[in-house]
């Protein structure tokens, strides 16, 4: 639903959510229905996240590659929830469902900071002289967290070692 109604524009997105909750859950009773999709529409809204739904991002992105870690090659696959393209970065975004998102940047979960960390070093020779920006949403609070340099570096570190 948050990747869908991104497409719509702002005035319509609440009419698209209940029409794809009513064919997607319809054994649902209304008041979960109207939960869920004041939840999504919350997130869209939200300031800190209007622009990683604007135009130029996508939703479910495939991407595939091979990296280099700790001197050994892995093949990386995977679908990113949504991506971006601007002028001199480029911005990955994952949806986090956690029913208690992490309350701090330490509590990140480390599978969280790795796939993302994976993602971006699959995307920087595609995108070369761009910065690749690796964020989290966390639904439930709505929380955005934009994993940092060290932070994506480490969960590299920490990758090659096992």
Not at 94 to 122: C, G, M, S
Request: proline share 6%; with cysteine; glycine share 4%.
């Amino acid at each position: 639903l948050l990747q869908s109604l991104a497409s719509f524009p702002v005035d319509s997105r609440e009419e698209a959510a209940h029409r794809y909750l009513a064919r997607a859950v319809p054994h649902w009773p209304a008041k979960e229905r109207q939960s869920l999709a004041s939840a999504v529409l919350t997130i869209l809204a939200h300031p800190d996240f209007t622009e990683l739904h604007l135009a130029n991002s996508e939703a479910e992105v495939s991407i595939m590659g091979t990296i280099r870690v700790g001197g050994r090659d892995y093949a990386i696959s995977g679908r990113i929830d949504r991506m971006g393209v601007a002028d001199d970065h480029v911005f990955i975004l994952d949806y986090k469902t956690n029913r208690v998102p992490p309350a701090t940047r330490q509590a990140i979960p480390f599978a969280h900071r790795a796939q993302l960390a994976l993602y971006r070093e699959v995307l920087k020779p595609i995108y070369p002289g761009k910065t690749v920006r690796c964020l989290l949403v966390y639904t439930e609070g709505p929380l955005l967290y934009s994993l940092s340099e060290e932070e994506l570096g480490k969960a590299l570190l920490e990758l090659s070692d096992k």
